[in-house]
Nanobody, 123 residues
């Protein structure tokens, strides 16, 4: 499975960005993680490829929305009301397994990773 992430850029606080991740093969669970300089990689959101369930980090709930387009084999992360603390390199990740709810935030559950796309939130 190859993952191609896109959509990062510079946005002002309160603005919006949409990240996309295209998957080349069959996957069951896909997620987004992010890593700011000097920080550990952290979970952002995850979705079952069926679209049956989504999961979010508390820090992004109500602001970010993860969705998938099965026809295009693409997962999208719509980010609204962006804050300076959202600035990071965002990575999409995929698993061919059904990652259980209690484990979706664990990077070790995902065997495939995209190259990362940078999001900068600054005025």
């Amino acid at each position: 499975v190859q993952l191609q992430a896109s959509g990062g850029g510079l946005v002002q606080p309160g603005g919006s960005l949409r990240l996309s991740c295209a998957a080349s093969g069959r996957v069951y669970t896909m997620g987004w993680f992010r890593q700011a300089p000097g920080d550990a990689r952290e979970f952002v959101a995850a979705i079952r490829w069926s679209g049956s369930s989504t999961h979010y980090a508390d820090s992004v709930k109500g602001r970010f929305t993860i969705s998938r387009d099965s026809a295009e084999s693409t997962v999208t992360l719509q980010m609204n009301s962006l804050k300076p603390e959202d600035a990071a390199v965002y990575y999409c990740a995929a698993s061919r397994s059904r990652v259980i709810l209690s484990a979706v935030a664990l990077s070790a559950m995902y065997g495939f990773w995209g190259q990362g796309t940078e999001v900068t939130v600054s005025s």
